[in-house]
């Protein structure tokens, strides 16, 4: 499959014909971007594992966190993948504690970032000693 267009809405549509090739196939689309080169599979459902993982080293290279609309706009431009698995994707990890969204409800403007554990208050400080 070859793409000549520059238009982020032309890649748009290119990755939603790409996804949806005949199945039975065995059609195969590899990530050039992708560091482990992991073949994926045209299914129903999607394998979005390597999605997942791009994203989350993405997020994490973030420090104040993107928004939905910002990791869409990486997923067209940098991976093989279709924006619209996006918010699904947030979701899930979100409910994984993988990464935090705020506000909680997924929408273009929420913010992602790498989820951290809230502190766990230590039981030696609620007991006071004389020694």
């Known amino acids: 499959m070859i793409f000549g267009t520059r238009h982020e809405r032309g890649l748009e549509k290119m990755k939603e014909a790409m996804w949806s090739v005949d199945r039975d196939h065995g059609v195969r ?10 073949q994926l599979a045209l299914e129903l459902e999607p394998h979005t594992g390597p999605l997942r993982r791009i994203l989350l080293e993405h997020i994490a290279a973030a420090p104040k966190g993107l928004t939905v609309a910002e990791l869409k706009a990486f997923t067209l431009l940098e991976t093989v993948y279709k924006p619209s698995q996006v918010t699904k994707l947030i979701t899930d990890m979100r409910d994984a504690k993988a990464v935090t969204t705020t506000p ?23 007991h006071l000693t004389l020694f």
């Open 29 to 38: 689309y590899r990530d050039p971007k992708d560091s482990e080169q992991q």
């Open 104 to 126: 909680r409800r997924v929408t273009a403007e929420t913010v992602v970032a790498s989820y951290v554990a809230p502190p766990q208050s230590s039981h030696q400080a609620d």
